[in-house]
């Protein structure tokens, strides 16, 4: 089994930052993407941002230039540099990975519990 363990949510006044971190803990062959999800109130689930184990990324319109994804493939850990917050930030937060417990079998769709970030104006 593998397992994902997000950290550093919190309340933060607008403007300011906050730093996520996602563990993947387990029987783990190799973790390809990482990423980060959002679910705000009232709201579906977005993409925030998604980091393959290459360089490849991906951000939300709405966090570019302010959030900032890498990841540390040594700890098998993810991050996501929060900056400028706003109040429409306000979310849980939600790490996801693609992860193989074999260079043959892939877990299905990896969750974290989720962080949550509110942001206050």
């Known amino acids: 089994q593998v397992q994902l363990v997000e950290s550093g949510g919190g309340l933060v006044q607008a403007g300011g930052s906050l730093r996520l971190s996602c563990a993947a803990s387990g029987t783990i062959f190799s973790i390809n993407a990482m990423g980060w999800y959002r679910r705000a109130p009232g709201k579906q689930r977005e993409l925030v941002a998604r980091?393959?184990?290459?360089?490849?990324?991906n951000y939300a319109d709405s966090v570019k230039g302010r959030f900032t994804i890498s990841r540390d493939n040594a700890k098998n850990t993810v991050y996501l540099q929060m900056n400028s917050l706003k109040p429409e930030d306000t979310a849980v937060y939600y790490c996801?990975?693609?992860?193989?417990?074999?260079?043959?079998?892939?877990?299905?769709?990896?969750w974290g519990q989720g962080t949550l970030v509110t942001v206050s104006s």
């Open positions: 980091l393959s184990s290459g360089i490849s990324t």
């Open positions: 996801n990975a693609d992860v193989k417990a074999t260079p043959l079998l892939k877990y299905p769709e990896v």
